[in-house]
């Protein structure tokens, strides 16, 4: 089975821009999350996608938001960016949640970097 | 504040020996624990899962312990292998505001041969 693919892998953006984050997760998986990892903050969750609806968000500001189609794929947009987006975004699948004890599955990551 | 509080923040030890992480968290109600790995530029991995009525849970040579009354957790990882130089991240679901993850600030652990 293949496991949770991002892209890109990397991506360099200046200030004011936008940009698009892609991610699949493994197949039969519905739930998508996504977090953010910095050196000084650490991991951070940004939201989390089930059966095409925002099921939960993080404390982000507004420029930070995402979607998720019918086969499960998601995206994460960050408009207007700023330099302190630049981290490493992680997206995580997994089957249904039942209290949260199913098991997340971690893509690879995109590294953003904002100059 | 809900807050999840590792230690120690890095660690060095040689292989083959022991090593035992810590995780004390504040988030309450709480639902579940997570141990994670995460290798330098890799997204991370589970290791264990905990929900508040296991006090212990193994995967190979890494164990978990959970105990819920004084919300401590820790990893103990037995004769340390090179491979297992890593990041080691704790993470607890809270029951409120939508099982949301509040992550810990990592371990680095680094063996040496």
């Known amino acids: 089975k293949a496991g949770v693919t991002q892209t890109p892998r990397y991506l360099i953006k200046t200030r004011g821009q936008q940009v698009t984050l892609s991610c699949s997760p493994i197949s039969g998986h519905r739930s998508v999350s996504w977090y953010q990892q910095t050196p000084g903050q650490g991991l951070q969750f940004l939201f989390e996608y089930f059966s095409e609806t925002q099921r939960n968000k993080g404390n982000f500001p507004g420029r930070f938001s995402g979607r998720q189609f019918s086969n499960s794929r998601s995206e994460m947009n960050v408009s207007t960016l700023e330099l302190g987006d630049s981290a490493l975004y992680l997206c995580?699948?997994?089957?249904?949640?039942?209290?949260?004890?199913?098991?997340?599955?971690f893509g690879p990551g995109t590294r953003l970097t904002v100059l | 504040k809900n807050q999840v509080e590792q230690s120690p923040q890095s660690l060095i030890i040689l292989e083959g020996k022991n090593c035992t992480l810590q995780?004390?968290?504040?988030?309450?109600?709480?639902?579940?624990l997570r141990w994670y790995k995460q290798d330098t530029g890799r997204g991370p991995v589970s290791l264990t899962i905990m929900t508040f009525s296991e006090n212990t849970k193994s995967n190979g040579r890494y164990t978990a312990t959970l105990d819920a009354d004084t919300k401590q957790s820790s990893l103990h990882i037995t004769a340390s292998q090179l491979s297992d130089s890593a990041s080691y991240i704790c993470v607890v679901t809270g029951l409120n505001a939508g099982n949301m993850l509040t992550f810990g600030g990592g371990t680095r652990l680094m063996v040496k041969p």
């Open positions: 995780c004390n968290y504040t988030v309450s109600p709480f639902s579940n």
């Open positions: 995580a699948s997994s089957l249904p949640r039942d209290r949260g004890t199913d098991t997340q599955y």
